[in-house]
């Protein structure tokens, strides 16, 4: 019965992290105004990623919960993945 | 994690007096056991609806032509059959029974992690069932898009599709939450002791089916909603003239429903693996490798969805990928059946009733699969898809599997959850009777599929007759032989003979503990034995 | 003599809680999963139409909403180190905080779905019928997702709103404040949706 082994994340990383979040959202919203064709929407999901990648990891706590939960969380994003890369199988030779 | 372990008195959970009194000790119940049973007879009342309208079917299809009811009544009958068997009946089915009054006991904790949460999975399970039973009766008429519900009929035709819809994303709702509760309780509430590898196969089972329960059903549910939205506002994803495509329903819908069969079966597997080793007294084959082939069947189970698709106008290089995909689950499945056989040689064999399902399940079970995989080869399913050859499969490995499962899972555990025992004989009695009609109830379908007989047509060619009045007698024979096994189940519960502790000398924690169970199941400390299945 | 107990008191398990609040999470995940799929399938088959339907939304407004939802995400999560610091006035200005932000967000999807509305684009509005079909799709997936998001945003307002209550009745506190960790996280989940809705609706190239 584990209770409140919570890590403490300080109120200054929580901030840069924000930041590091609103130049990342900026850097977004300028890619895309640029002409990159194809490659947009993979510039655009990567920048997410990254974005997504810093909330989960110090606003939700992962980089401090143990190898389990981040293992799922990854797993759960990659069967996501996965499966819309094989409904594209299909879409792609129509 | 290093606790005093509080012993307590034994009341039985059947007699404890809390809070409420009557049906409300019932209703508002937290104990895990008490819910297991109020989904058990909730269960049982649904499964014999569900019968009555395929018997209702068998009926009409006795002779070509009208004979009992007109065509759209039959469309509305199927759908509904469908419904009830599949979100109210079998996806559900052993895990909120057994897994809920078992899962606990088997890794020697007390209830689940979220009893609170538990009781609302069964009230939401409820409330979807009567959504579901409202459908039938609301004006515009019983849905008649089968259970599958694909678009675009499924979104123009008038009848109640928006009522039966929201009732099964209600009914996800709750299987969601159920696998929820059983995940955090494997990894949070073992006993002392009892590291994943001790645990009984059962529980991997229900480990493994609660994560695709947690992680598939969602997707059927934004599916339903966007089915829901389709029809009211018309938004064009499954509609091909504002530029969608009915193909994409049929892909999000299955995303779910295939790994949604696995929610039925993976459970019946890990039944299956726990009473073999009883009734052989002989510890289980390769226990690591049925472990993981639960995760296995579970996890690729993910990936082979476009097998109900074959015919639908998927790529080529879609249907390779599926076929093969599908060939590959197979594998841990077989990877069970040779285990079970392996746990047999040189067992001492005990012929009482949980073992003759456990042996009919794995001869139903090998015909259902097997035919899997003529269905999983593209060159053959194009011949079989939408005949009663697929009918014919899917009933026997959701019913002579999973439904086997379920009657063996029931004739094993009676005796622990109740207190008594049932007659032997009227079970074995009951038992044949059952085998029989199923078997000439579902084979015919078999070969009247291949003769090319359609599946959901109220009406065919003669020459499809013989094979439908076989049918129809083999379900007439099934359903008696169910009305007596449920009926000396009844008497057994009600005059049984005081049951033992432990009636088939089985090794896992619950037979460690008094018959019925006491309120929070272990008085005393469980002893959690490094090997589940020692019959020393 | 001694009375024997029947019952067990129940025992508070933080992890466990945790660990059902992150599984529910995956359920979220995956639930938008399947609108993101549609859109994909969608935006492959009309990749200009896609382009020409974001023309008509407002990137200021969704940037506006972007880092509304950021700071928002970072209060909350300041809120929980507020709390495990025992500093409970600075918790409750944190969440306070976090409730305006969304409530700015709120209003802002009001105003762009007004402005949608009174040009007639609406789900199943006549106007729909006559747009070219990727066009079409779009807007129906814009209204789909936004709104989705937006039932999220308020089920996120009222588990924090519980939460404030929480903190202000003492019921979380430094030794006990799950019910507030639980809550962020769901909070982080409703801005981890939008940083991805956000590209995909209104920065399409």
């Given amino acids: 019965m584990a209770n409140n082994t919570t890590h403490t994340t300080e109120y200054k990383v929580l901030a840069r992290i924000l930041l590091v979040l609103m130049f990342l959202t900026f850097v977004t919203i300028s890619v895309t105004s640029l002409n990159l064709g194809a490659f947009s929407v993979t510039v655009a999901l990567l920048i997410a990623g990254v974005k997504g990648f810093f909330v989960l990891s110090y606003f939700m706590h992962l980089k401090y919960e143990n190898l389990l939960l981040r293992i799922l969380v990854a797993l759960v994003f990659v069967l996501f993945a996965v499966i819309v890369l094989i409904t594209f199988i299909d879409y792609a030779y129509r | 994690m290093s606790e005093e372990f509080e012993k307590t008195e034994y009341v039985s959970y059947l007699e404890h007096k809390g809070k409420y009194t009557g049906i409300r000790s019932w209703i508002y119940t937290l104990d895990h056991k008490r819910i297991g049973l109020l989904y058990l007879y909730a269960i049982i009342a649904l499964f014999f609806v569900g019968a009555i309208l395929g018997l209702l079917m068998r009926i009409e299809l006795v002779k070509p032509g009208e004979t009992i009811m007109k065509p759209q009544t039959y469309n509305g009958v199927f759908t509904v059959h469908g ?74 035709t008038s009848t109640n599709v928006i009522m039966a819809t929201f009732a099964a994303f209600v009914l996800g709702f709750s299987s969601i939450l159920t696998g929820l509760n059983f995940i955090v309780t494997i990894h949070q509430m073992r006993a002392p002791g009892m590291k994943f590898m001790n645990m009984p196969l059962f529980a991997w089972a229900i480990y493994a089916t609660s994560w695709t329960q947690l992680l598939a059903t969602p997707i059927v549910g934004i599916t339903l909603l966007m089915l829901i939205a389709e029809r009211l506002f018309g938004i064009g994803f499954f509609n091909p003239d504002l530029g969608g495509d009915p193909v994409l329903f049929e892909h999000l819908f299955w995303i779910y429903s295939h790994p949604a069969v696995y929610i039925m079966i ?233 049951a033992p502790a432990n009636p088939w000398h089985g090794s896992t924690l619950e037979w460690q503990i008094p018959s019925p169970p006491s309120l929070e199941n272990f008085d005393e400390a469980p002893v959690v034995k490094e090997n589940p299945y020692d019959y020393e | 003599m001694s009375e024997k107990k029947v019952h067990v008191e129940v025992h508070r398990d933080d992890e466990a809680s945790k660990l059902g609040m992150w599984l529910f999470i995956f359920t979220e995940l995956l639930l938008f999963g399947g609108l993101f799929l549609v859109y994909s399938v969608f935006r492959a088959e009309y990749p200009a139409n896609f382009h020409e339907g974001s023309l008509e939304l407002s990137v200021t407004i969704g940037a506006i909403n972007t880092i509304a939802l950021l700071i928002s995400s970072m209060t909350v999560a300041m809120a929980l180190t507020a709390i495990q610091k025992d500093n409970k006035k600075l918790a409750l200005a944190l969440i306070s905080i976090t409730l305006i932000l969304a409530t700015v967000f709120l209003i802002n999807k009001y105003v762009e779905w007004g402005a949608k509305f009174e040009h007639g684009l609406y789900p199943g509005s006549p106007l729909m019928k006559y747009l070219d079909r990727g066009h079409l799709l779009y807007f129906s997936l814009y209204f789909f997702m936004t709104g989705l998001h937006a039932l999220h945003i308020i089920v996120g307002m009222v588990l924090l709103t519980i939460c404030l209550f929480k903190v202000r009745s003492g019921n979380v506190n430094s030794k006990s404040y799950i019910h507030l960790e639980n809550g962020a996280l769901y909070w982080h989940l409703v801005d981890l949706i939008w940083i991805f809705l956000f590209p995909l609706m209104y920065l399409i190239n």
Avoid at chain 2, 107 to 136: E, H, T
Avoid at chain 2, 454 to 472: N, V
């Fill in chain 2, 83 to 156: 419904i009830i068997m599949i979100f109210m009946v079998v996806i559900p089915g052993l895990s909120v029974v057994f897994g809920n009054f078992f899962l606990p006991i088997m890794i020697g904790a007390k209830d689940v992690a979220f009893p609170k949460l538990n009781r609302m999975s069964w009230w939401i399970y409820i409330i979807g069932c009567m959504l579901a039973v409202a459908s039938q009766f609301m004006k515009d008429g019983p849905p008649d898009a089968g259970w599958s519900f694909y678009a675009p009929y499924s979104t123009t």
């Fill in chain 2, 266 to 498: 993976l459970p019946a597997l890990g039944v299956i693996t726990e009473i073999i080793p009883t009734f052989c007294q002989k510890k289980i084959y390769g226990y690591k490798a049925i472990a993981f082939s639960s995760l296995a069947i579970a996890g690729v189970g993910f990936l082979v969805w476009g097998h109900h698709m074959f015919t639908s106008g998927m790529s080529d290089q879609a249907r390779w990928f599926f076929s093969f995909l599908t060939f590959l689950v197979a594998v841990p499945s077989a990877i069970k059946v040779f285990n079970w056989l392996a746990t047999m040689y040189k067992g001492s064999i005990d012929l009482r009733p949980p073992f003759l399902y456990a042996l009919s399940f794995i001869f139903l079970f090998t015909i259902g699969g097997t035919t899997g995989l003529l269905l999983g080869s593209v060159a053959t399913n194009v011949q079989v898809h939408d005949t009663a050859f697929v009918v014919a499969h899917f009933h026997y490995i959701i019913f002579g599997g999973m439904g086997f499962a379920f009657f063996g899972a029931i004739h094993y555990w009676l005796p622990k959850m109740y207190g008594r025992m049932y007659d032997m004989k009227r079970a074995t009695v009951a038992w044949v009777i059952i085998f029989i009609g199923f078997n000439l109830l579902y084979f015919p379908q078999f070969i009247l599929g291949i003769q090319g007989m359609p599946r959901r047509y109220f009406d065919y060619l003669p020459q499809f007759q013989t094979g439908q009045i076989i049918s129809t007698v083999g379900g007439f024979i099934l359903i008696t032989g169910l009305v007596m096994m449920v009926y000396n189940l009844v008497q057994g519960v009600r005059k049984g003979e005081i």
